[in-house]
């Protein structure tokens, strides 16, 4: 027997003929193991929840037995999932499905518009792909019931309980009819998702294909212990050695800005993706970075289980995740549809502990590589409140101007030494470009800012006595002024202190 023929097949699994001939026009010809376990029972009707690792094909595991179970059952297909991202993902894969048999379906998220959606569910959709708050909006606002529903998925359950959506999952449960097909998918099995299963499924299959932290085998995993003030120059060399597509994780959405705004300098076509986008910024750059106009996503983890694009090269962890696990659903974004990738964690010397952390949970010891040879301080944007931007009072990042470096401000006259401070990337004589902080990830101590501000002198008044022309040009009865008065930006002077606009 050859090795092609070891392989599994569609065929054998319960699935329509002419759903199994579209999938084999779509490229799926041999079904991963969730698949391959979990398509047989959902196709009969049977409740079942299915522990498997990210990146191993979920979708499509849950998609063909509602498709076969409504066009034969009727009524509708509820799919919840915790993050726009994944929901649209979702809906895109049953939208490849379900073209040639006339399925329709609605997408019920936040940030996009509920007129759009209210038009999409007037449509009566088959299936209806939400996220759980954006569904009970609908239904608080009596636009959707949840009557007709006859197979409900949960997809990624314990990412929706770690996200707070325990009391809608629970209201969503509630209303949803008793007579129906149930199927949870999880990555991992915590307690409060074996007491929903419990209480709301009937006798349900399990079905698990990993114990819980079991990472991608596929993936090579690579840790470097790097002081702070050289996260940014190991990046730097990390992305002139590898040429392929690269997904970035940063712990907050601020260091996620930083972080793209110091790659977009270094040559790489970059884009960011996190809470603070709006949802039609987030699929842009998501679109981007799947059709390869953009090397370099920098994303939070909202994107960890989120993104599904199968031709990653290289996942970097430029924090580690405050969560142990959520380093397994990063590094599963690569390596995914049987392809091998690697994985490039930066920790720093006092997360040695973290470290050890994520090797307990993985069982699996992880290399600790010697840092290579950084590059060289590369110039960085900086802020000069003294020049152009004094007049908005509240500064922004300049391009140009006397830039530092990387550590070594370049020499800049304001820089510190870089043994001393940790470094600092782009200091100026206006102060420090990212870091606030003597901790900071992004610098070292910054100087005290300088602001410049002119006092308006009347007519006649004496440049000898700035005491008396200051006083007169305060307490001086004027006409109103919208941009003096309200502190605008076309307004020097009077009030040194730019205005709390909240």
């Not at 129906?180 to 991992?188: D, G, H, N, P």
């Amino acid at each position: 027997m050859t090795e092609t023929e070891k392989k599994p097949s569609f065929d054998g699994l319960g699935i329509f003929p002419d759903l199994l001939t579209h999938l084999s026009k779509l490229g799926f010809h041999n079904p991963t193991p969730i698949q391959e376990k979990a398509i047989p029972i959902g196709v009969t009707g049977e409740d079942l929840i299915g522990i498997a690792q990210t990146g191993t094909g979920k979708t499509l595991a849950f998609s063909i037995p509602m498709m076969q179970q409504i066009s034969v059952n009727k009524g509708q297909g509820l799919i919840l999932l915790p993050t726009r991202e994944l929901a649209l993902q979702v809906e895109e894969t049953l939208q490849k499905l379900s073209k040639p048999f006339g399925l329709r379906t609605a997408v019920l998220i936040g940030g996009a518009a509920m007129s759009l959606q209210i038009k999409a569910l007037r449509n009566k959709p088959h299936v209806i792909v939400a996220t759980p708050g954006r569904l009970l909006d609908h239904m608080e606002q009596k636009i959707l019931g949840l009557q007709n529903v006859k197979v409900l998925v949960l997809d990624e359950a314990d990412r929706m309980l770690d996200m707070g959506f325990e009391p809608q999952i629970k209201k969503i449960l509630a209303a949803v009819p008793k007579e129906r097909q149930t199927m949870l998918f999880s990555a991992t099995m915590p307690e409060k998702i074996s007491q929903i299963a419990e209480k709301y499924m009937k006798k349900p299959l399990r079905i698990e294909m990993a114990r819980q932290g079991t990472a991608n085998a596929n993936v090579e995993q690579e840790f470097f212990m790097v002081g702070k003030g050289d996260k940014l120059r190991l990046l730097d060399k990390i992305l002139s050695d590898y040429k392929g597509s690269v997904l970035v994780f940063s712990r907050t959405k601020h260091g996620a800005k930083k972080i793209t705004t110091v790659i977009e300098k270094m040559g790489h076509t970059v884009s960011e993706i996190h809470s603070n986008k709006s949802l039609n910024q987030r699929k842009m750059a998501l679109a981007g970075f799947k059709s390869g106009r953009t090397r370099v996503l920098v994303a939070t983890d909202i994107a960890s289980r989120g993104i599904d694009v199968t031709n990653i090269e290289l996942v970097i962890n430029f924090d580690l995740p405050d969560q142990a696990e959520d380093y397994v659903h990063r590094i599963g974004r690569t390596g995914r549809a049987g392809r091998t990738g690697k994985a490039i964690s930066f920790a720093t010397p006092d997360q040695k502990r973290d470290l050890q952390i994520i090797e307990r949970l993985i069982r699996t010891k992880i290399n600790v590589s010697p840092l290579p040879e950084l590059p060289a301080h590369r110039a960085a944007p900086v802020y000069e409140p003294e020049r152009d931007d004094r007049r908005g009072g509240r500064g922004s990042y300049q391009k140009g101007g006397r830039s530092g470096g990387y550590g070594s401000g370049g020499g800049s006259r304001s820089a510190s030494p870089a043994g001393r401070q940790g470094g600092s990337y782009g200091t100026s004589r206006g102060g420090n470009s990212y870091g606030k902080s003597k901790d900071s990830s992004y610098g070292g101590k910054p100087k005290e800012k300088v602001f410049q501000y002119k006092d308006i002198k009347k007519d006649g008044a004496s440049s000898s006595s700035p005491s008396t022309t200051s006083s007169q040009s305060r307490t001086a009865s004027k006409p109103f002024d919208r941009k003096r008065q309200g502190g605008g930006q076309g307004y020097q002077g009077h009030n040194p202190r730019p205005m709390n606009h909240g």
